[in-house]
């Protein structure tokens, strides 16, 4: 009920996050033995669809902490720091934050310039960080680097870096202005000399890859999921809007050109939740997943987008101005979906690569 007045606050509603824990919702699809409800990633990501179906920014706070900060805790993270990290983050009272984009790296991860030298049994992280989604205002940050020991090659590591707020050697600010989510803030961090333990290396020492690939994958998802949501928001508005508002003698839905379009709109919504759950349940069954969500997270993101400018369309005026709808507002949320987890560009790139493996192409060579 508040997704308009937070819109316009564009602020973080950390309140907001501990409401969500205490429902159940940050730790639905983990293990009951670390905390979990047990929960199927499929009903997880139906929980972010109805979110995102009435606020884009509730629906992506609520997906940040486990998709992108749990998940890869629970998989490469040591027993000690599972059992400190987790249950915070389930209950909403830690909040997480991913940190891989920088200002010069992206999708190229490869580029990384971010580094972390071991000293004495500390690392000492250096480097920059933007567009980090809850960067602003998390506590805790799995930051991706590449880790320096000796006169080795550094090698793409991630680590937890604990206790944000008021320690030296970090600067972080909010990146204001945002088109969508905008109570879902996002973040540009510096590090400076910031010293994370060594026990806090999550998985193995050059394992950063691997680790980044498979966060991503269920994170797009997720994202997925969200644009699902929007879409059928977008799509919910529009249609009352066409049923009511009469022109030339009739509602608009019963005009020729608001019919075909209502009926597009309403297919490739349904297309896109198909794809999008049968990959999670691909995750579910422990099968290969990642062309799947790949391909659920580019036709969900671009189905919201185009459903959402359809419905602005037909609501006309009243689509286009926030304080007669909020239609608008699924349209600015929707835009986002093409970009963040990786982009269309880079969905389409790793899906044709997932299709050249699996018929063996190599370079050429099948």
Not at 15 to 24: I, S, V
Not at 184 to 190: E, H, L, S
Not at 258 to 283: N, P
Not at 324 to 353: N, P
């Amino acid at each position: 009920p508040y997704a308009v007045e937070r819109d316009r606050l564009e602020e973080y509603p950390r309140e907001l996050l501990r409401h969500l824990g205490q429902a159940g919702f940050l730790r639905y699809p983990f293990p009951k033995e670390w905390g979990g409800e047990g929960g199927s990633f499929l009903g997880f990501i139906t929980i972010a669809e109805e979110l995102a179906r009435c606020d884009a920014s509730t629906s992506v706070i609520m997906l940040l902490n486990p998709t992108l900060v749990a998940a890869p805790i629970l998989a490469g993270g040591s027993e000690d720091l599972k059992k400190r990290v987790l249950p915070g983050l389930f209950s909403g009272e830690l909040l997480g934050c991913f940190c891989l984009t920088e200002p010069e790296a992206g999708s190229d991860a490869a580029s990384l310039k971010t580094t972390a030298s071991l000293v004495g049994d500390e690392f000492v992280i250096e480097g920059e960080k933007i567009f980090i989604q809850q960067g602003d205002v998390a506590d805790i940050a799995l930051v991706v680097c590449k880790v320096r020991m000796g006169n080795s090659k550094p090698r793409t590591s991630v680590l937890l870096a604990e206790g944000l707020k008021g320690r030296k050697g970090i600067e972080r600010r909010r990146l204001k202005g945002k088109m969508g989510i905008r109570a879902a803030t996002t973040g540009y961090i510096r590090f400076n000399g910031f010293r994370v333990p060594r026990k806090n290396l999550i998985g193995e020492l050059g394992g950063g890859f691997g680790i980044v690939l498979e966060t991503l994958n269920g994170g797009r998802l997720g994202i997925g999921a969200q644009a699902v949501g929007i879409a059928q928001g977008a799509f919910d508005r529009a249609f009352k809007r066409a049923r009511e508002r009469v022109q030339f003698g009739k509602p608009l839905i019963e005009l020729g050109a608001i019919e075909g379009r209502v009926a597009e709109m309403a297919t490739a919504i349904e297309a896109a939740r198909s794809l999008l759950y049968r990959a999670a349940m691909a995750k579910d069954a422990g099968q290969d997943y990642r062309m799947l969500a790949c391909m659920a997270k580019l036709f969900a993101s671009e189905v919201a987008n185009r459903v959402s400018y359809d419905a602005v369309q037909i609501c006309g005026g009243f689509g286009y101005i926030g304080e007669l709808s909020d239609v608008e507002r699924f349209y600015r949320d929707a835009r986002i979906t093409e970009i963040y987890e990786g982009t269309s560009e880079i969905q389409r790139l790793l899906i044709t690569r997932y299709l050249k493996e699996s018929c063996g192409y190599r370079n050429g060579i099948h």
